[in-house]
């Protein structure tokens, strides 16, 4: 009895599985962030463009100049392009560039904040910090407080 039951639940389960909603699609995370999206949060909004100047620094161009620059803090460091972000502070106008890299199994971050134009890229800041020191380089970015160097 409990077999015939079951056959007929079947049936309903598949129609009511064909009722289900279809789950929403998610934004997929990207490792950069060479132009903001104005619609990507509300606070975003508030951010401004950034000019046809900085626009024409490509992605691959901020990585390559801050591994360049930090590159003399650890020469024998294996730097992962791949997984750097980058980041417009419109009201610094400016490109802050974090690259992972390690150097004898200790993880850390090659930061860079670069303006300028790609012909003339102006570094602010160049360094290296633990990724834990990461936020704390951009507030200070943002709020216009830095020496120059992390």
Do not use: N
């Not at 930090?70 to 419109?90: H, I, K, Q, V």
């Not at 790609?118 to 834990?132: C, H, I, Q, R």
């Amino acid at each position: 009895m409990r077999f015939r039951s079951a056959l007929v639940l079947v049936p309903v389960l598949v129609l009511l599985a064909g009722c289900a909603p279809e789950p929403a699609p998610s934004p997929s995370p990207t490792a950069s962030t060479a132009s903001p999206s104005p619609t990507s949060s509300p606070t975003d909004s508030a951010t401004p463009e950034p000019t046809e100047s900085a626009t024409a620094f490509a992605t691959a161009q901020l990585v390559e100049l801050c591994t360049q620059k930090t590159r003399s803090l650890a020469p024998d460091a294996t730097y992962f392009a791949d997984m750097a972000t980058t980041e417009w502070l419109g009201g610094q106008s400016l490109w802050f560039v974090v690259i992972p890299k390690t150097l004898d199994g200790q993880d850390s971050v090659a930061v860079c904040a670069i303006g300028g134009t790609p012909d003339a890229p102006v570094f602010d800041l160049e360094g290296e910090t633990l990724p834990s020191g990461v936020a704390e380089i951009r507030d200070e970015l943002l709020a216009g407080v830095h020496d120059g160097e992390s």
